[in-house]
């Protein structure tokens, strides 16, 4: 059995209509490619029948991926989440210690992040160093060049 995946509503959401998407537009239109390849004539030279039949694959694993991942969702209820500290959907105002700078985060599942909109993986190195802090820890960070320093400046959820 798989691990439970969670979201929030509107990654949900997002995942059953890429679904829905996948299913009602994506797979009609590989299996017509199929067929027309298939009005070609003989199938062991046709190319475009293979290319058609290995993209009908494709879209069949990541359908089976999808199910997958929705059949063991889970919604975060936002109502029972402590503000004081930096948990999954916390927005955090960081600052870093050595320049000054700041930085803004809201800590997501993996499968919602988005750093444009300053949207972070929980799994990220930054997340995983914030997780649990409370407005004015200091956070150890290890990134790839090496050990960077945070403040917690703020914690809210929007």
């Not at 509107?10 to 239109?29: A, F, N, S, Y």
């Not at 067929?35 to 029948?49: F, H, I, P, T």
């Amino acid at each position: 059995m798989s691990e439970s995946r969670y979201f929030t509503e509107e990654g949900l959401q997002r995942l059953r209509d890429e679904l829905d998407q996948l299913i009602r537009v994506e797979r009609p239109k590989i299996s017509q490619q199929i067929s027309e390849a298939r009005d070609k004539g003989d199938l062991s030279e046709n190319a475009e029948y293979d290319a058609a039949k290995e993209a009908q694959g494709m879209l069949e694993m990541k359908i089976a991926k999808q199910q997958e991942l929705l059949r063991n969702a889970r919604v975060i209820d936002e109502s029972k989440m402590d503000d004081s500290k930096v948990y999954l959907l916390s927005t955090v105002v960081i600052k870093n210690t050595t320049n000054g700078a700041s930085m803004k985060y809201t800590l997501v599942p993996e499968e919602e992040a988005d750093l444009k909109k300053g949207k972070i993986s929980v799994s990220s190195p930054i997340a995983k160093g914030l997780l649990g802090k409370s407005v004015g820890d200091q956070a150890e960070i290890i990134v790839p060049a090496g050990k960077v320093f945070f403040e917690v400046v703020e914690i809210t959820r929007e």
